[in-house]
Structure formats: C-alpha cells, structure tokens
C-alpha cells in the first residue's frame, strides 16, 4: 500500500492537540451579519431566510452569527448560522480526532488504518463545507483534548470513532427540523446519511453483524433513530473542546 | 372582499386548518408587501397552500409506508426461509425485519384511516431476479438495493415536510435507521459502505444514478478546498473522497420507477 506509506509524509504539521497552524484562522471577536463575503455566499442560496430576517422581522442590528464572549467561551450564533455551526464543531473535533487516531494509534491493522483515514477525509469534505458556506460567521478554529481516550488501544479508537460519529447522526437528526433554509436542510440530509454510515463503520470494526453494529442500542421500539437536542449534542462533546461552546441562541423545537 | 370574514368562516368549519392558514399566512406576511395582501389571486394562493401542506404530509407518508411495506415483506419472507441465510448474518436480518416492521406500524399509526394499504408485491421484479428466497447472493443484492433506494426516496422527501417539524423529524430518524442498514449490508458484502455508481455490487445502475455528485453549493468548490487537507493522494482520489462524503437524494417519481417492478397491484 504505497498510498498509507506516505501517510505522515503529507502531514507536516504538530499533532493533536494543536491544529496545523496553516488552518488556523484569525479569531475573530464578533461576527455580525454585515459581512460582505457571508452575505454574498450565503445569499447564493436563500435570500430571505438566511441573511434577511434581521430586516423582515424588524430586528435589524440583532445578532445571527457566532462570537468570542469575553470570558473566552464561543457562542454558536442564532438560526441557521447557529446550527451550521454546531455541524461545524463536531467536523472540526471528528477530524481532529481521526488525525491523532491516524498518527497515534498502536497495533492498527492496514485496514484499521484505511478505514480511519477514509473516516478522517470525509470530515474534511464535511468542515471544509460548513466553513466555506459560514465565511466570516464561522467559529474559529477549535483545540480539543483527546487525553481521555487511549490510542494505545485499537478498540478504545473505534469505539470513540462510533460515539462520535453517532454524536454527529443525532445532531443532524435533531437540528434537522430547525433549520429554516431549503437548501441547508438539502445539504445536511446528505451528510446525516453518510455519517450513519460512519458510525455503522466504525460499529462494524469491533463487532461486525450484530445488533451492536446497527446501532441497536440508539433506536427505539418504533424503529426511529435516536436524536439529540444542540444541549445534548454539547453535553457529549465539550469534555474534548479546550473552548466553552455555548448552544444557548441556537433555535428548539 | 373581507379578508378578515373569510379567515372566522374558516375558523368555524376547521380550527386546525384555519392555524396551517394562518401559519402559512404569517410565513407570507413576512416576505411579501403589503400592497399585495389586499388582492384576490394573493388570498387565493395562500388558502390553497394552507391546504396543500397537509396534503402533502399524507402522500409523503403514504409513499414512505409503500417502501417500507416492501422491505418490511421481503424481510419477513427471507427470515422465514430456513435455510436461506447464514448464521453469521441472522443476528443483522433479524434486527432489520425488526425495524421495517416498525416503521410499517409507525406511519400506519401516522396516517390513521389515511394509510393505504400493502400493495401485492413480486420479489422476481418480472423475473428478473428470479429465485431472491432460496438464492443468499440473490437475497443480498435486493436488501442492498432497497436499503440504498429507501435512504435516497427518504431525503428527497424531506424539505417537503419543512412545515411540519414533529413528522420531518420523525422521518429524519427512519432516513438515518436506512443508512445504518444499507452500510451494514454493504459491508456484510464486502463493498465500500459508500453509495456510490463505482460500486454497485450488482445493484442496478439506476439505484445509483447521480450519486457522483460532488457540487453542492454553486459557491463551493470542495473538491479544491479539501485537497491539501486529505490523506488520501490528489487527482481522481479526491474526487472519490468528494462524492463519498455526501448521499443523493432521488424524487418520488425516480424511486417508483425503480420499485415499480417489485409492486404487483398498486395502492388505488
């Protein structure tokens, strides 16, 4: 496999926890909804929904985007800027993660390896997405703490991959219905399916064709899926955020 | 003409539909001028779009329980085949029988006296798969493809049920339950757990049709954007790395022209 060969040849930068500082943004103190670019990318796809109901419902000046309180903590933002950026956070933090799993993990078959590396590209795809449609309202780049998890272990990576990646399939479910944009409702429809996917993967490679690989556990006795509210989803994934992520603006049901 | 008349005579025959009117109204209010209001073709259009939306829950799940009518049935019948599938692989049909029917039960119960009922079905599609209960490799092919085909008819339906945020939801959560059933099949077959037109094992092209998709904002070339960041080397890997990270959704039309085969007697 002369492609896994030059795995860490491709990869320069520091490992977890610091991102790569080629992919370092600038941390931007307060995004509001005046930015040009954000207003010019995010229009593209929804004039009135997105970017206008500052102006139609008549709070104009009211904050959609995402901010650095002072305390230091990173508020998410309100509406569908909001829930971009939760999706935003749990690609930043699964791909995070998939780099040290990559990197670090002891004792990886090849195709342990294949397959985090597999897992690992497609959260690239999935936050480059999310950080492109948010432009200027996007969060920063986040630092994770991995230290609870045991990369000495195959076992313990997969089963972080799985809880992770079924992280991802209940915020997707569970924000679904909040969002307000066609278009972004479109988008997250196809992720949702391919994380499911991801977690089904992962499930796949500590105990294959099981109850256990199909997620038994997270479906309900009417066969629907487990869902999780912005809460919820922050509930399991700030042990592993170095920053405070607050979903408070975030829409409910 | 009085506006406000015609909305209390609403009011009076049907309190649920008169809170779709004004909820689809307001929804209007907010991106429409004024001017606009006052006039008849506006009033007209807005009734008819109150109406609609409920209309349209109704066929998106009576069209969601045809699909899950086929898999529910097909699983049943191979479960009971006793020497059909292996004993490695029972544990995972077994659960999925288990989910279809459910969700079987779930939309009936969505739907009330609205559900239609199960339409006859022929495994063979024709003949052309013709022994899928006594053929493992058979079987395997039709789960995959109406795992696959059932998580793209589920998204493609999806921004129809934006109004009605408890049944999207809820539809939401039978999409994702496809998803885990098609990976798990596709890996039980040793494919890629990726829906893709590279890898159909089998599976008719069509089911796959406009899965390579790799653009999905005009405004964002992820192809580009994600290069430098991948492990997987540059060129047509990237493209793959692209369309694998995103499902396609198909329309209702697409789905029954593929499930067409399977279904004897439509529902009237």
Same mark, same amino acid.
């Given at each position: $496999?002369?492609?896994?060969?030059?795995?860490?040849?491709?990869?320069?930068?520091?490992?977890?926890?610091?991102?790569?500082?080629?992919?370092?943004?600038?941390?931007?103190?307060?995004? *509001?909804?005046?930015?040009?670019?954000?207003?010019?990318?995010?229009?593209?796809?929804?004039?009135?929904? %997105?970017?206008?109901? +500052?102006?139609?419902?008549?709070?104009? *000046?009211?904050?959609?985007?995402?901010?650095?309180?002072?305390?230091?903590?990173?508020?998410?933002?309100?509406?569908?800027?909001?829930?971009?950026?939760?999706?935003?956070? %749990?690609?930043?933090?699964?791909?995070?993660?998939? $780099?040290?799993?990559?990197?670090?993990?002891?004792?990886?078959?090849? %195709?342990?390896?294949?397959?985090?590396?597999?897992?690992?590209?497609?959260?690239?795809?999935?936050?480059?997405?999310?950080?492109?449609? %948010? *432009?200027?309202?996007?969060?920063?780049?986040?630092?994770?703490?991995?230290?609870?998890?045991?990369?000495?272990?195959?076992?313990?990576?997969?089963?972080?991959?799985?809880?992770?990646?079924?992280?991802?399939?209940?915020?997707?479910? +569970?924000?679904?219905?909040?969002?307000?944009?066609?278009?972004?409702?479109?988008?997250?429809?196809? $992720?949702?399916?391919?994380?499911?996917?991801?977690?089904?993967?992962?499930?796949? $490679?500590?105990?294959?064709?099981?109850?256990?690989?199909?997620?038994?556990?997270?479906?309900?006795?009417?066969?629907?899926?487990?869902?999780?509210?912005?809460?919820?989803?922050?509930?399991?994934?700030?042990?592993?955020?170095?920053?405070?992520?607050?979903?408070?603006?975030?829409?409910?049901? | 003409?009085?506006?406000?008349?015609?909305?209390?005579?609403?009011?009076?025959?049907?309190?649920?539909?008169?809170?779709?009117?004004?909820?689809?109204?307001?929804?209007?209010?907010?991106?429409?001028?004024?001017?606009?209001?006052?006039?008849?073709?506006?009033?007209?259009?807005?009734?008819?779009?109150?109406?609609?939306?409920? #209309?349209?829950?109704?066929?998106?799940?009576?069209?969601?329980?045809?699909? =899950?009518?086929?898999?529910?049935?097909?699983?049943? /019948?191979?479960?009971?085949?006793?020497?059909?599938?292996?004993?490695?692989?029972?544990?995972?049909?077994?659960?999925?029988?288990?989910?279809? /029917?459910?969700?079987?039960?779930?939309?009936?119960?969505?739907?009330?006296?609205?559900?239609?009922?199960?339409?006859?079905?022929?495994?063979? #599609? /024709?003949?052309?798969?013709?022994?899928?209960?006594?053929?493992?490799?058979?079987?395997?092919?039709?789960?995959?493809?109406?795992?696959?085909?059932?998580?793209? #008819?589920?998204?493609?339906?999806?921004? /129809?049920?934006?109004?009605?945020?408890?049944?999207?939801?809820?539809?939401?959560?039978?999409?994702?339950? =496809?998803?885990?059933?098609?990976?798990?099949?596709?890996?039980?077959?040793?494919?890629?757990?990726?829906?893709?037109?590279?890898?159909?094992?089998?599976?008719?092209?069509?089911?796959?049709?406009?899965?390579?998709?790799?653009?999905?904002?005009?405004?964002?070339?992820?192809?580009?954007?994600?290069?430098?960041?991948?492990?997987?080397?540059?060129?047509?890997?990237?493209?793959?790395?692209?369309? =694998?990270?995103?499902? =396609?959704?198909?329309?209702?039309?697409?789905?029954?022209?593929?499930?067409?085969?399977?279904?004897?007697?439509?529902?009237?």
């Amino acid at each position: $496999m002369e492609k896994l060969n030059k795995l860490t040849a491709k990869k320069t930068g520091p490992t977890i926890p610091a991102i790569p500082s080629v992919e370092r943004r600038m941390f931007l103190r307060s995004f *509001g909804i005046a930015s040009a670019t954000t207003l010019a990318l995010l229009s593209s796809c929804s004039q009135d929904n %997105l970017v206008a109901p +500052g102006k139609t419902l008549g709070r104009s *000046g009211a904050r959609t985007g995402a901010s650095v309180l002072p305390d230091g903590s990173i508020d998410l933002g309100s509406g569908d800027i909001g829930i971009s950026n939760l999706a935003y956070t %749990l690609d930043q933090l699964e791909v995070a993660f998939y $780099m040290t799993a990559v990197e670090k993990t002891s004792g990886l078959s090849e %195709l342990d390896r294949k397959v985090l590396v597999e897992l690992h590209d497609h959260e690239v795809v999935h936050r480059e997405f999310f950080k492109t449609l %948010l *432009g200027d309202n996007a969060i920063p780049m986040l630092d994770f703490d991995f230290s609870g998890i045991d990369f000495n272990q195959r076992n313990a990576v997969f089963d972080a991959a799985q809880k992770f990646e079924d992280v991802g399939v209940g915020a997707f479910n +569970g924000t679904g219905p909040l969002i307000q944009d066609a278009e972004i409702l479109k988008i997250a429809g196809k $992720m949702v399916s391919v994380e499911a996917r991801h977690a089904t993967l992962a499930r796949h $490679m500590l105990q294959p064709r099981t109850y256990f690989s199909l997620g038994h556990e997270l479906i309900d006795d009417k066969g629907l899926d487990h869902h999780l509210t912005p809460e919820q989803v922050l509930a399991k994934a700030q042990r592993y955020i170095k920053q405070k992520i607050s979903a408070v603006n975030l829409p409910k049901m | 003409m009085n506006l406000f008349n015609i909305l209390s005579d609403l009011e009076g025959v049907n309190a649920e539909a008169s809170e779709r009117f004004l909820f689809s109204r307001r929804k209007l209010l907010r991106t429409t001028s004024v001017a606009a209001l006052a006039t008849p073709a506006f009033f007209a259009a807005t009734v008819n779009k109150a109406f609609a939306a409920d #209309a349209d829950v109704v066929e998106v799940l009576n069209f969601a329980l045809m699909l =899950e009518y086929l898999e529910a049935e097909f699983y049943k /019948k191979g479960t009971m085949m006793s020497n059909l599938i292996p004993q490695s692989d029972k544990q995972v049909f077994m659960k999925i029988a288990e989910h279809e /029917k459910q969700h079987v039960e779930f939309l009936k119960s969505q739907l009330g006296d609205k559900a239609k009922p199960m339409p006859e079905f022929d495994f063979t #599609a /024709k003949g052309m798969f013709p022994d899928p209960f006594t053929n493992y490799p058979i079987f395997l092919t039709l789960s995959q493809s109406f795992e696959d085909l059932g998580v793209r #008819a589920y998204k493609g339906q999806a921004p /129809k049920l934006k109004d009605d945020k408890a049944v999207l939801l809820a539809a939401l959560k039978i999409h994702s339950v =496809e998803a885990r059933h098609a990976a798990e099949i596709r890996l039980v077959r040793q494919l890629r757990v990726w829906a893709s037109e590279q890898e159909t094992g089998g599976v008719p092209a069509v089911v796959y049709k406009g899965e390579n998709n790799i653009r999905h904002h005009d405004a964002i070339d992820l192809v580009s954007l994600s290069d430098s960041h991948l492990y997987q080397m540059s060129g047509s890997d990237v493209e793959m790395v692209v369309r =694998e990270s995103f499902d =396609e959704p198909l329309t209702k039309e697409e789905v029954l022209s593929i499930a067409g085969p399977f279904i004897k007697t439509m529902m009237p």
